[in-house]
């Protein structure tokens, strides 16, 4: 068998194979005599049907098929061991099967061609002199006394008012029920799902829709208002997005806050401190660790975008596909937890598909950077971290223990993973970095792209998902530099804790403290 090689572009190569006149023969005959021995036929006993018998029923041009797909199998699995190619994925007939079969004569030669991915050539440019900006985050004593103040927001007791209308700060309890607005300022059709009975709702920015909470304020006990209400163009509910609406709202109670004193008695009750110094000293230091993460976090995608833009890369499509593969079921995964019937959502091609080509994108440009990551750990010969190494394995054994794993896909996964984190750091030692006050490179562009890197998922929106969401409150995103501190919040806390995502406003107040519970659990 002769074997010639050529590169091809999209790190694929070409390899030209032929095969000599003793091999096609022997594989024809291989069929043949297998064949023969499996096949069964009126007439005639399993392994006994004669030759000539068998070739007339099933016809020549199948046993010659049956015999050159194994023969173009073996000896591409032949090639690829003696050119000493490192094959990415299935290969690839650039010959036309069809056409093969009608050259192929047992007994005679045969050539033919396939391709095959092969991992890329990485040229990072000139990363040993990389210069950036980056965003400092810095400190601010501020955040402390903010986060005490939710907590005791969280620990209030609610005591009826009477005597005054409501005001922001307030917890309300409502009837309410919303209406399109018709072109000229009259209720229209019912909104599906914006529906509800004593419905208690607290009287904070970002905690419903915005303009309901302005409209409620100024309103007494047992009065009913109606209150036009704006939906935001970015609205999570496609239907709802940009539509001005009305609610009618009938104010059934208000309820005020009184608020625990910040002394030792409320760090005690609230957290596991003794003392409001100690809780105020742990405060600082979890938010001065958060600001150095959030600003090295901060360096770390300023190096990776320099990476992304200079490195010199043709990436195959195996490993593009398979990266698309990862984040599409890492973005399942995400929904599931929130609740979304997955199955449903991907239950047409025609989605998937499109889930696809959204997240392509992200999967070439992650993929420049941590190839070009795994280059420079090759050639700066940095170190591979044994121990940890067995730590994180470790640590995905216990995670997955109810999984089968490759263990050798598991250490590859590992070893790369601490391979782009000392690529890394080796940069962020090298680099020449100039740090600039937070907010002033921020671009919506750059926002994208962090987001991107904090959920490692694409990012994508789904117009299934979207028709699965009734009316979405304009819900306050969590603090993502929230101290991960252990305060015992009661139930009166779900709420604030539902305000990870958007959610379905329930028809009822059980239903509400229903969703409420369950957000707690996630």
Known sequence: MKVTQEKLPASQVALNIEISAEASKQAYEDVVRS??????????????????????????????????????????????????VEVLGNYQLVSHFDELIEQYKPGEPLTFAASVDVPPAVE????????????????????????????????ATLVPVEGRPAQLGDVVVVDYKGYLQTDTGEVGEPITGAEATDFELEMESGRFLEDLIQGI???TVASEQQIPVQFPDDYAREDLAGKAALFTVTLQEIKEKELPELDDEFAEEAS???????????????HRERAAQATRANIENAIAKVLQEQTVIDLPKTLIDQEVDRQVRQAMVEMERYGLDVDKLF???????????????????KLRISLSLREIAKRESLPLDEVETDRRI???????????LDMKRVREFVENELREESALEWLREQATIKLVPAGTLATDEDDDELAAD???????????????????????????DEPAVDIDVDAADSTAAATAEPVAVPSTADEADESEAEADDD
């Open 394 to 404: 470790k640590e995905i054994l216990r995670e997955l223990d109810d999984r089968q």
């Open 454 to 480: 904090a959920s490692d998922a694409p990012a994508m929106e789904l117009d299934a998902a979207a028709a699965t969401v009734e009316v979405v409150a304009e819900r306050a995103e969590p603090d993502p």
């Open 124 to 155: 990072p440019g000139d990363y040993q002199s990389i210069s950036i900006q980056a965003e400092e985050v810095v400190y601010d004593e501020q955040q402390v006394t903010d986060f005490l103040d939710r907590q005791r927001s969280k620990q």
């Open 217 to 219: 304020v100024g309103m």
């Open 272 to 286: 596991e401190f003794e003392t409001m110094a100690e809780l105020r000293e742990h405060l600082e230091t979890q």
């Open 35 to 84: 064949l023969s021995r499996t096949i069964r036929l009126p007439g005639f006993r399993q392994g006994k049907v004669p030759r000539q018998i068998l070739l007339q029923r099933l016809g020549s041009q199948r046993v010659r098929a049956e015999a050159l797909e194994k023969l173009v199998q073996d000896s591409l699995d032949k090639a690829i061991e003696k050119v000493e």
């Open 347 to 365: 239950s047409s091609s025609e989605v998937v598909e499109r889930v696809r080509e959204e997240a392509r994108p992200e999967a070439i440009r």
